[in-house]
């Protein structure tokens, strides 16, 4: 078993992408911790720590150039390449391709694929509460940490509507907004806690603790 730290250093992932699955998985475990109906915490866990390791397939180098300080686009461009050489050019193939490599079953990749902004109505309907919650945890962290729900999603609604290559059927996006924003009443109408006590202050404990687990 590894340090979930060393796995991310394995993958040579960017810094901005760690500090996310690390603060999905935060909200997640936060959330697991307030329910009063039962949920797998260590699966929610597991999955939110290894969500997005094909996510630099999809990333725009350019978009955040902070991001790719220190080494520079260059370094990370280069990165980018040799990693869709490996894995593919579907980020979520390939983040199922590597969860795969590192040891997770079906119920894991059940969960996993309950994961994504575009996944929200299957995720709804469907019956598991660690689904609901990976996926609901994922859209409250934003590129720079914990947002309001409305806030990401407008966010996520402008972003996919505006890729040519990802563009979803007028009025699919507010669509997937409404299945998310119901998502978030199911998970809080069982919670000992509401949305807005989710913060990055909040969560700063729980990444503490999750930076030692090992998988």
């Not at 997640?28 to 699966?43: N, R, S």
Request: glycine content about 6%; overall charge negative.
């Amino acid at each position: 078993m590894k340090k979930i730290t060393d796995i991310y250093k394995k993958y040579n992932l960017m810094q901005n992408l760690v500090e996310h699955q690390l603060r999905v998985t935060a909200v997640a475990e936060m959330i697991c911790e307030t329910l009063d109906v039962p949920v797998d915490k260590d699966l929610v866990v597991r999955v939110c720590l290894l969500h997005d390791m094909g996510n630099i397939i999809k990333s725009d180098l350019n978009y955040f150039p902070e991001f790719v300080k220190p080494e520079g686009l260059e370094y990370w461009q280069k990165v980018k390449d040799e990693f869709i050489e490996k894995h593919g050019n579907e980020e979520h193939f390939a983040t199922e391709k590597i969860c795969k490599e590192l040891g997770f079953g079906e119920k894991e990749m059940r969960v996993l694929n309950a994961v994504g902004f575009t996944r929200a109505e299957n995720t709804l309907n469907s019956d598991s509460t660690e689904g609901k919650v990976c996926c609901y945890a994922d859209q409250r962290v934003g590129p720079f940490g914990v947002l309001p729900l409305k806030d990401r999603l407008d966010d996520l609604n402008k972003r996919y509507q505006n890729r040519a290559n990802k563009k979803l059927p007028i009025g699919r996006g507010e669509e997937l907004v409404k299945c998310l924003e119901d998502i978030e009443k199911e998970i809080f109408s069982k919670s000992s806690i509401a949305p807005e006590s989710i913060t990055d202050e909040s969560i700063k404990k729980y990444i503490v603790d999750l930076k030692e687990i090992e998988m």
